[in-house]
């Protein structure tokens, strides 16, 4: 069974405030994707990483897989309050996964301003 | 383009009833997969189902069940609900013919078992 172990579970900090969360496992993933859900809504995909070792950069996110893919990383530099949310990692398992992902529990990120 | 539609949005069910969910996908996309979002047990997948066949299948009991309709909409069902059974129940669609792809996820339809 895989397992994806997600950390912090929460994180409260003030606008202007960097941030890491981490999510890691002991299996290999084929890709790495990280959500974001707001209250009320359906998580909405952020970014995924399918190459060992590789960064994306999405304005003041930085996302980072881990050489062996077994896992990755999510940094918010100068946090806004806009930020504020679930987030979740979530892993897929290869070709066979048909729609099936492998979720970290989330992080509950509130940035105050 | 439409997102991802799931209907009700809330309802309120009471233990030992059943319940049926609908998904319907984003126009063009064939795959739609269920997931169910607890506190404890966060978003875990449930079924996933590819032009009307089940392609695969998570570890909840055989009470869980869905189908899939020639225009890629959705249902899911849940037979003798448990109070256990109270969660946010997510519909998502992908593109992928393999693989997960891209989930786009609906805002999902929250059952509550009393």
């Known amino acids: 069974t895989q397992l994806l172990e997600q950390s912090p579970q929460f994180l409260s900090i003030q606008e202007g405030e960097n941030l890491t969360v981490y999510c890691n496992s002991s299996?290999?993933?084929?890709?790495l994707q990280w959500y974001r859900q707001e209250p009320g809504e359906g998580p909405v995909l952020l970014v995924t990483?399918?190459?060992?070792?590789e960064v994306k950069k999405l304005k003041r996110l930085t996302f980072q897989f881990g050489d062996a893919r077994k896992d990755s990383s999510l940094h918010i530099t100068a946090a806004q309050p806009g930020d504020t949310g679930l987030y979740l990692c979530?892993?897929?398992?290869?070709?066979?996964?048909?729609?099936?992902?492998?979720f970290g529990q989330g992080t509950i990120l509130t940035v105050h301003p | 383009k439409a997102g991802v539609t799931q209907t009700p949005r809330y309802l309120i069910k009471t233990r030992g009833q059943q319940v049926t969910l609908s998904c319907s996908p984003i126009?063009?996309?064939?795959?739609v997969s269920w997931y169910q979002q607890t506190p404890g047990q966060g978003l875990q997948f449930l079924f996933e189902?590819?032009?009307?066949?089940?392609?695969n299948k998570g570890n909840f009991p055989g009470r869980f069940s869905g189908r899939q309709f020639s225009n890629s909409r959705s249902e899911m069902n849940v037979s003798t609900l448990e109070l256990g059974d109270s969660a946010l129940y997510l519909c998502?669609?992908?593109?992928?013919?393999?693989?997960?792809?891209?989930?786009?996820f609906g805002e999902g339809s929250r059952l509550t078992v009393l």
């Open positions: 998502a669609s992908s593109l992928a013919l393999a693989g997960v792809g891209e989930l786009f």
């Open positions: 299996s290999v993933f084929s890709s």
């Open positions: 990483v399918v190459t060992g070792g």
């Open positions: 979530a892993g897929e398992g290869g070709g066979t996964s048909y729609g099936k992902l492998t």
């Open positions: 126009s063009g996309h064939r795959s």
């Open positions: 189902y590819f032009s009307e066949t089940q392609r």
